[in-house]
């Protein structure tokens, strides 16, 4: 049971420590990924004291306080969305996510866009839209039980892999991020992506002590250790690069293949 709300925002358009701006059109997220690091801190700065996952505040003058700030802003890339899905459910009736890409559209801002939920592919309409544009999925393990579990909001791994096909046949550039990495076939996961994802980021879990319990709930303590995030990356990159994909590892001794996203 997820309660929605309906408030007011003051900003939209805010400075990301990843892009340059970041866009949420909701506070909370009807995912509820396990192992997400906006419920460490969001539940505490947006006033909720229910578990994450089950509100989700809806920021209704998202659209006008947004063309309020593009209007003046300078270029940047946009990422849609930081701390939350901008694709969760809620956004099927409110489609508040669909009308602030058209503001960002309208005035040119280059856009990353980021999701779990195949509703992403209703707005490609609205992707063709932009000059410097990129759709993806975070897909963290090509085994379908593991994803449940763990995101249970979200698309399944196939129909997130199908997304990420039609957005390309749609001629848009498209990445997947692998992360946090979690347990499955990491050689099944690459085959699955080649074709797909132009560019794959790959990531470990950060904050392990906060999800160690459920970890050892189901018998996969082994999966928190930092040599398994390690085994796991190596895998993929060797992978990736027997395939001539696109890649980047964005801990420890960074790695990345060429080119840069916008390039
Ligand atoms: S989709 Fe992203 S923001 Fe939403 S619960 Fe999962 S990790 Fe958190």
Not at 47 to 70: I, M, R, S, Y
Not at 125 to 150: N, Q
Not at 174 to 193: K, S, W, Y
């Amino acid at each position: 049971m997820v309660t929605i709300a309906e408030v007011a925002a003051k900003s939209i358009l805010n400075k990301s420590k990843i892009y340059d701006y970041c866009v949420n059109a909701y506070t909370g997220c009807q995912v509820g990924c396990r192992y997400c690091y906006a419920r460490l801190f969001m539940p505490r700065y947006s006033g909720h004291a229910e578990p994450w996952g089950t509100f989700v505040d809806v920021k209704k003058n998202a659209v006008e306080v947004l063309a309020k700030q593009a209007a003046r802003a300078k270029k940047g890339i946009v990422w849609v969305s930081s701390v939350c899905d901008a694709y969760q459910a809620v956004e099927e009736k409110y489609r508040l996510t669909r009308d602030c890409l058209e503001i960002l559209a309208d005035h040119a801002f280059p856009v990353s866009v980021q999701s779990k939920s195949a509703l992403l592919l209703r707005d490609i309409d609205v992707f063709r839209r932009f000059a410097e544009f990129e759709a993806g999925f975070t897909i963290t393990t090509d085994d379908e039980r593991i994803a449940r579990l763990f995101e249970p909001g979200a698309s399944s791994v196939a129909e997130r892999l199908e997304a990420l096909s039609i957005l390309k046949a749609n001629g848009l550039r498209t990445f997947a991020f692998v992360g946090p990495i979690l347990p499955g076939n990491p050689e099944a996961l690459a085959a699955a992506l080649q074709g797909r994802a132009d560019r794959v980021l790959i990531d470990r879990l950060n904050y392990v002590d906060t999800v160690q319990a459920f970890y050892r709930r189901h018998g996969l303590e082994y999966a928190l250790r930092p040599a398994f995030f390690e085994d796991m990356a190596r895998r993929l990159v060797r992978e990736f690069r027997v395939r001539g994909m696109e890649y980047e590892v964005t801990w420890g001794h960074k790695t990345a293949s060429p080119p840069p996203a916008f390039d």
